[in-house]
């Protein structure tokens, strides 16, 4: 795995660098056609999108979306519920959960 891959001299830590990047540049190659999609059909019923919700269980947060291996979660506040008085603050949880898990892992790694 990338991020259990040592790197004690300099070389392999520019090595290990420019993997790092060449990875979060595929993803973001394949990720942003899939989230464009999502935003512009965000008006359209459900049955209309090409991306259909993904029944994960739970309101907080949002939609969620499941397709070519990536979990969407468009964060915004659910209308009936106001979990979070707003799309803002429900945009702001989900960034923490994101950076919480990114930290779990950086450790886990370590």
């Not at 907080?60 to 397709?67: N, Q, Y």
């Not at 979990?71 to 959960?97: R, S, T, V």
Request: net charge neutral; glycine share 4%.
């Amino acid at each position: 795995m990338l991020l259990e891959r040592p790197s004690v001299t300099p070389e392999e830590a520019k090595q290990r660098q420019r993997d790092i990047n060449r990875l979060a540049s595929d993803f973001i190659t394949h990720a942003k056609p899939i989230v464009q999609r999502i935003v512009e059909e965000l008006d359209l019923p459900v049955n209309k999108k090409s991306i259909q919700p993904a029944m994960v269980g739970g309101v907080a947060g949002g939609e969620k979306f499941m397709t070519d291996q990536l979990f969407i979660k468009f964060a915004k506040d659910d209308i009936q519920l106001k979990l979070y008085n707003g799309d803002e603050w429900a945009q702001k949880a989900a960034m923490h959960e994101v950076c919480c898990q990114f930290q779990h892992k950086v450790l886990t790694f370590s």
